[in-house]
């Protein structure tokens, strides 16, 4: 039972590339969610997932696409990054409903230059 | 808006002190959560609860629903506990969650 993995773990980017950060959960959990982390700002949420074939936008959506064909994966993809997309990300899965514990992936580290 | 809010922002104690860090949140929610993230980046759930209080070793986590407001106590705080901690909520409508900005905590010997 490997919880989320979250890959990478480091990505340097030059403006315009485009690149994918994976997630994935062995859980079976229904929600998953992608969240960047900025100083003094908290975790914002980019995009969540409530199930397969679900996505939906969170507070900070613009740059970023997801998509949910499985249960287990929720990748989150930057079509053409910006120096603003410079952050790290981090990814999160957890059962619907109350009482939902939440698990987080290691984190990714990823600069725009 | 910061629908939760955390204090302090910074805390340093110094070895064996009882520390104290609060949580209020405007939102309605099902679960509140408080995690802790070690300076490696890495984000642990260190509680999840609706109601009351739990205690995990010398953290001890509070709840008053009426209120708005959880409190995480470290009690004989060590070195080893030096990280941000961070407060969250499930909201009870949509399944978002809510976070705080943290609060950095650094134990000195």
């Known amino acids: 039972n490997a919880g989320v993995t979250q890959t990478p773990k480091f990505q340097v980017l030059k403006t315009g590339q485009s690149m994918t950060l994976q997630c994935a959960q062995d859980?079976?959990?229904?929600?998953m969610s992608w969240y960047r982390q900025d100083p003094g700002m908290g975790l914002r949420l980019i995009h969540y997932s409530v199930g397969a074939g679900i996505t939906d936008q969170g507070e900070v959506p613009n740059g970023y696409n997801v998509s949910r064909s499985t249960t287990e994966d929720f990748p989150l993809r930057l079509l053409s990054a910006a120096p603003s997309q410079t952050s790290v990300y981090f990814c999160?899965?957890?059962?619907?409903?109350?009482?939902?514990?939440?698990?987080f992936g290691q984190g990714t580290r990823l600069t725009v230059v | 808006k910061n629908e939760v809010e955390q204090s302090p922002q910074n805390l340093t104690a110094q070895e064996g002190e009882f520390i104290t860090i609060n949580c209020s949140y405007s939102?309605?929610?099902?679960?509140l959560h408080w995690l802790q993230q070690h300076p490696g980046g890495g984000i642990v759930s260190l509680f999840m609860?609706?109601?009351g209080k739990k205690k995990h070793g010398r953290l001890i986590a509070t709840i008053n629903i009426q209120e708005k407001h959880s409190s995480l106590h470290i009690t004989a705080s060590h070195p080893r506990d030096s990280a941000v901690y961070i407060c969250?909520?499930?909201?009870?409508?949509?399944?978002?969650?809510?976070f705080g900005t943290g609060t950095s905590l650094t134990v000195i010997p």
């Open positions: 609860l609706s109601s």
């Open positions: 999160a899965s957890s059962y619907l409903g109350a009482q939902s514990g939440a698990f």
């Open positions: 939102v309605g929610i099902s679960a």
């Open positions: 859980m079976n959990h229904e929600y």
């Open positions: 969250a909520v499930n909201s009870n409508t949509g399944n978002q969650f809510y």
